[in-house]
């Protein structure tokens, strides 16, 4: 954790003046504060404090009209834009269920948010962003040419906070994930009985939970019949084959307060240094290739067959990004995903952690 003394409010948007170039998320890296903390520094400059009333925001969003939804990590942006629409409320769980706008929120993570207004040359570009406890960026809605404004306006009246103040306060930052343990929490045996009655993908998070186990920790202990180790260009080239092949995919990108997913073909891939990026009409995806540690085929049964993903992962454990073929309940999985995921370059498997 940064040790130094942080910036004072006028500090901060005077280096925002300073370096009008540079990633909000990267200057306030910089200067030693959260991404929360550079943005609330303005407020009353071009920035409304927002309730993070997850319910209320989302319902008011659909009229909005198209909007860019942006959730992100330390190593992968995905982006799309759509609608909000199909949405559906709760405290624990929300979502977000439309053609292009498919989220997995988890509200009680949203602890900040802002409205807020950055000119660009002679246009004015606006977004509602929203932050965890720690001051890491959960979920961004960006606004279009097309978006509603009138209702964006009423929307961020109605979610305006009494507290306008130019500071927010953070706490540490959390892990989304069980910390990686030393040593075995479960046995490989309990691991593969319980991965072997697996009837939903939706089930393997319970499973972990269930057995204290992270997710990296579960797939290098199972075994290969269940998850096998990757080139760590899988990804890269996975992207390729599937774009050649107009194969419809799904593409997650999370973080602790939100899950954005994107399901469909992919064309314009661009590598760009250590970028791997989709250009594409109403999905972008910039991932850090070089971020990437560890990438597993993963085999989960469900009640109709099972189904396999690649799961990306960092240094730390934790999961950049998840892919698996486009499908429906009640479908099988597409034999060309199968295919392409069985036949990725593989490399030796560690041993458990």
């Known amino acids: 954790m940064d040790q130094r003394v942080k910036p004072t409010p006028h500090e901060i948007r005077r280096a925002r003046e300073d370096n009008p170039k540079a990633r909000e998320r990267d200057l306030a890296a910089e200067l030693g504060i959260s991404e929360a903390e550079l943005v609330a520094a303005h407020c009353g400059q071009g920035v409304v404090r927002v309730e993070p009333r997850v319910n209320d925001l989302l319902t008011g969003l659909e009229a909005v009209g198209e909007v860019m939804a942006l959730t992100r990590n330390e190593s992968a ?3 799309k834009i759509g609608v909000y629409d199909k949405v559906v409320t709760g405290n624990h769980n929300a979502m977000v269920l439309g053609e292009n706008i498919d989220l997995r ?10 409205a807020v207004e950055k000119r660009d040359g002679g246009d004015i570009r606006r977004s509602l962003q929203f932050f965890d406890a720690s001051g890491e960026a959960v979920h961004k809605v960006h606004l279009r040419p097309a978006s509603n404004l009138y209702a964006y306006q009423k929307l961020v009246a109605e979610l305006e906070s009494s507290n306008q103040e130019p500071i927010v306060s953070v706490s540490a930052s959390a892990s989304e994930e069980e910390p990686e343990v030393e040593g075995q929490a479960a046995s490989i045996d309990d691991l593969r009985d319980r991965w072997s009655r697996l009837t ?7 499973m972990l939970k269930t057995l204290k186990l992270s997710r990296r920790q579960a797939v290098r202990m199972v075994g290969q019949d269940y998850a096998w180790l990757l080139d760590k ?5 996975m992207f390729h084959h599937v774009a050649e092949g107009a ?3 799904m593409c997650f990108v999370g973080n602790r307060g939100c899950i954005q997913i994107h399901s469909g073909p992919i064309k314009a891939v661009k590598p760009m240094g ?3 990026n989709v250009l594409d009409e109403t999905f972008h995806l910039h991932l850090r290739n070089d971020h990437i540690h560890e990438v597993w085929a993963v085999r989960k049964p469900t009640k109709d067959g099972h189904v396999t993903s690649l799961e990306a992962y960092g240094a730390d454990g934790k999961m950049i990004i998840q892919f698996f073929g486009k ?6 999985e597409r034999d060309d995903w199968r295919f392409l995921a069985e036949n990725l370059p593989r490399i030796p498997s560690p041993t458990a952690a």
Do not use: N, T
Not at 200 to 206: I, L, T
Not at 327 to 332: A, I, K, L
């Open 105 to 114: 929120i988890f509200p009680k993570v949203w602890a900040h948010g802002f």
């Open 327 to 332: 499908r429906h309940e009640g479908e099988g």
């Open 233 to 237: 260009d899988a990804v890269a080239a």
């Open 274 to 276: 250590p970028w791997i």
């Open 200 to 206: 939903d993908v939706h089930q393997f998070f319970g």
């Open 247 to 249: 194969m419809p995919i």
């Open 77 to 79: 942006v995905h982006e």
